[in-house]
T-cell receptor, first 112, second 109 residues
Framework: DSGVTQTPKHLITATGQRVTLRCSPR?????VYWYQQSLDQGLQFLIQ???????AKGNILERFSAQQFPDLHSELNLSSLELGDSALYFC???????????FGPGTRLTVL | GQNIDQPTEMTATEGAIVQINCTYQ??????LFWYQQHAGEAPTFLSY????GLEEKGRFSSFLSRSKGYSYLLLKELQMKDSASYLC??????????FGAGTTVTVRA
């Protein structure tokens, strides 16, 4: 158990819908990262937050957005969902944004 | 840009040694991570190399050569539970961690 929690564990929804994934970092960690992992691709970095501010952006679609709240938990919002958005979404956290990242158990999103 | 290459699959026998190579071309390179991931589970941290050389941690060792853009993960005394995907990831100075596609290691009895 890494200490990073993610909810929900599984999510099944339809195309065109919007969902919110939630992540709580390890106690003491200031930085949160979001990744997408689909079957045909490796782990793709989406976005990083550090102490409430966006720090780095990867291959995140405009339909996706994220934020980190004052209590340091983070949410990833996915809208206008498409079949291709079906994937495992991982959250990771680290102490200062430049050290080892510890991954949560992931949210498996299925878009039907 | 980032380009990280590692073999797709490797098979080895229980008790043997396996070496997983990783080459990277990463602008602003800071260091090299190795993670282990069992199917459907979260990646778990194995090692982080910043300086050239070998770092040993129990049955697992990791090596880095910054000048060659090369790293390897060495798994010794293989156990069945080591069957997993091993992910090489390059950390760059724009705070991004770029992962390779992963090497699936299968340990046979």
């Amino acid at each position: 158990d890494s200490g990073v929690t993610q909810t929900p564990k599984h999510l099944i929804t339809a195309t065109g819908q919007r969902v919110t994934l939630r992540c709580s970092p390890r106690s003491g960690d200031l930085s949160v990262y979001w990744y997408q992992q689909s079957l045909d691709q490796g782990l793709q970095f989406l976005i990083q937050y550090y102490n409430g501010e966006e720090r780095a952006k990867g291959n995140i679609l405009e339909r996706f957005s994220a934020q980190q709240f004052p209590d340091l938990h983070s949410e990833l919002n996915l809208s206008s969902l498409e079949l291709g958005d079906s994937a495992l979404y991982f959250c990771a956290s680290s102490v200062d944004g430049e050290d080892t990242q510890y991954f949560g158990p992931g949210t498996r999103l299925t878009v039907l | 840009g980032q380009n990280i290459d590692q073999p797709t699959e490797m098979t080895a026998t229980e008790g043997a040694i396996v070496q997983i190579n990783c080459t990277y071309q990463t602008s602003g390179f800071n260091g090299l991570f190795w993670y282990q991931q069992h199917a459907g589970e979260a990646p778990t941290f194995l090692s982080y190399n910043v300086l050239d050389g070998l770092e040993e941690k129990g049955r697992f060792s990791s090596f880095l050569s910054r000048s060659k853009g090369y790293s390897y993960l060495l798994l010794k005394e293989l156990q069945m539970k080591d069957s997993a995907s091993y992910l090489c990831a390059a950390y760059s100075n724009d705070y991004k961690l770029s992962f390779g596609a992963g090497t699936t290691v299968t340990v046979r009895a």
